[in-house]
């Protein structure tokens, strides 16, 4: 019997502790591991910091490794290996990492083949959080170029030699059961808090929101063509669009600056504020493989604060989203269905508008809390733990 706090190293090229979507992923893995007693450090490959502990955080504590200083290693594949190395030399100095677990996320092929050797000799158990299963036109160079070969070595080859997957989502779950893995799913996970009403909108129209990156995944367009047919000239729906950067204005089609606005470099904290002042939020994605493994961290956070959602179904979202209850369901990505359902919210007395947030609120705090899932996340770990008795 150990008679130490079970340790977790998660690991990966991605930022920490805020900064993207992946930074918001890995923290919601950490708070709900650290929810069940265990010990945390997040090394990320993105900026270079020592060891310290989270902000509020009594089981969280994170470095970051932006190269490893060695020149062979920089002449074989400086892009491939600067972050690698490094985070196993800070995972050594601690004095149980040969009884812990390290959970890699975004790492792919062959990030993932180095500490998968290296993990195998170390007698440590290694599993892959999985995210993600990529089209072969998604990533730049296509089918054949080094991405989208990196990528599918890692998800199709390495991923089922690890001790165990996390898969977000039950499309990916379902491709990983047969491997005979240790499985766990954990859609994504995020703090259910109040927000502040930031007087982005006026009060005489129903007020949508989109916060993310238009393009590949999101059909923004068609949302917008939707709501410039139902305005025809009078403001009576607000559509406020959220993008991290300028270069995302391309993406985007047929802006009215009456009715939709559109705000660039908005920080992550204060989207909470904005999303939360909003009648509804608004994700409509065309089922593709890469929607349906994935899962909208938009839809999560929308929930979280308190922001019902219009969304078409693709992933895991008709477990979650009930017509009319905590938002509404859009039959396809098409213009017309999308403006017929946006009038159906129009219709809402302020009193079922409260209701129908409640119960988004409700929604949030039973699937995406992060203590929603200990009880399987608990019984993961100890599967793992068996392995080593």
């Given at each position: 019997m150990k008679n130490h706090k079970r340790k977790v190293f998660i690991v990966g090229p991605f930022k920490f502790p805020w900064g993207a979507a992946n930074s918001r992923r890995v923290y919601g893995l950490a708070k709900s591991f650290s929810n069940i007693g265990a010990?945390?450090?997040?090394?990320?490959?993105?900026?270079?910091?020592?060891?310290?502990?989270?902000?509020?955080?009594?089981?969280?504590?994170?470095?970051g490794v932006n190269?490893?200083?060695?020149?062979?290693?920089?002449?074989?594949?400086?892009?491939?290996?600067?972050?690698?190395?490094?985070?196993?030399?800070?995972?050594?100095?601690?004095?149980?990492?040969?009884?812990?677990?390290?959970?890699?996320y975004g790492g792919h092929g062959v990030f993932s083949l180095v500490l998968l050797c290296w993990s195998?000799?170390?007698?440590?158990?290694?599993?892959?959080?999985?995210?993600?299963?990529?089209?072969?036109?998604?990533?730049?160079?296509?089918?054949?170029?080094?991405?989208?070969?990196?990528?599918?070595?890692?998800?199709?080859?390495?991923?089922?030699?690890?001790?165990?997957?996390?898969?977000?989502?039950?499309?990916?779950?379902?491709?990983?059961?047969?491997?005979?893995?240790?499985?766990?799913?954990?859609?994504p996970m995020i703090e259910v808090k109040p927000f502040k009403t930031t007087g982005c909108f006026s009060k005489d129209s129903l007020k949508l929101i989109y916060a993310g990156s238009p393009g590949i995944k999101d059909e923004l367009n068609t949302v917008i063509s939707a709501v410039n047919n139902i305005n025809c000239g009078s403001n009576l729906v607000e559509l406020l669009i959220l993008i991290p950067h300028k270069?995302?204005?391309?993406?985007?089609?047929?802006?009215?600056?009456?009715?939709?606005?559109v705000e660039v470099g908005v920080s992550h904290h204060d989207i909470h504020d904005y999303v939360g002042s909003a009648d509804f939020s608004i994700v409509i994605r065309e089922s593709k493989i890469f929607t349906n493994a994935g899962f909208s961290t938009k839809f999560v956070e929308s929930l979280a604060a308190k922001t019902p959602v219009i969304a078409n179904l693709t992933s895991d979202l008709g477990k979650y989203l009930i017509d009319t209850e905590n938002g509404f369901v859009v039959n396809s990505t098409s213009s017309e269905d999308i403006e017929a359902v946006i009038r159906k919210a129009q219709?809402?007395?302020?009193?079922?508008?409260?209701?129908?947030?409640?119960?988004?609120?409700?929604?949030?705090?039973?699937?995406?809390?992060?203590?929603?899932?200990?009880?399987?996340?608990?019984?993961?770990?100890?599967?793992?733990?068996?392995?080593?008795v």
């Open positions: 010990d945390v450090s997040v090394i990320c490959g993105n900026t270079e910091h020592k060891l310290e502990q989270m902000e509020n955080e009594e089981n969280i504590n994170f470095a190269k490893y200083k060695n020149k062979f290693v920089n002449l074989v594949d400086r892009v491939v290996f600067q972050h690698v190395f490094g985070i196993i030399n800070l995972i050594k100095k601690d004095n149980l990492y040969k009884e812990s677990t390290i959970v890699v195998f000799f170390n007698r440590t158990k290694l599993v892959a959080d999985v995210v993600e299963w990529f089209d072969p036109h998604q990533l730049r160079g296509g089918p054949f170029g080094f991405m989208h070969l990196n990528a599918k070595f890692a998800l199709k080859f390495l991923y089922p030699l690890f001790d165990g997957v996390i898969a977000i989502s039950s499309w990916l779950s379902n491709r990983y059961k047969s491997k005979g893995g240790k499985l766990v799913t954990l859609p270069k995302y204005l391309n993406n985007l089609k047929n802006i009215d600056g009456n009715s939709i606005k219709l809402l007395s302020q009193e079922e508008l409260i209701i129908m947030s409640k119960n988004a609120e409700f929604t949030a705090q039973r699937f995406f809390s992060f203590s929603s899932y200990s009880d399987e996340i608990e019984r993961f770990f100890k599967s793992l733990e068996e392995d080593n």
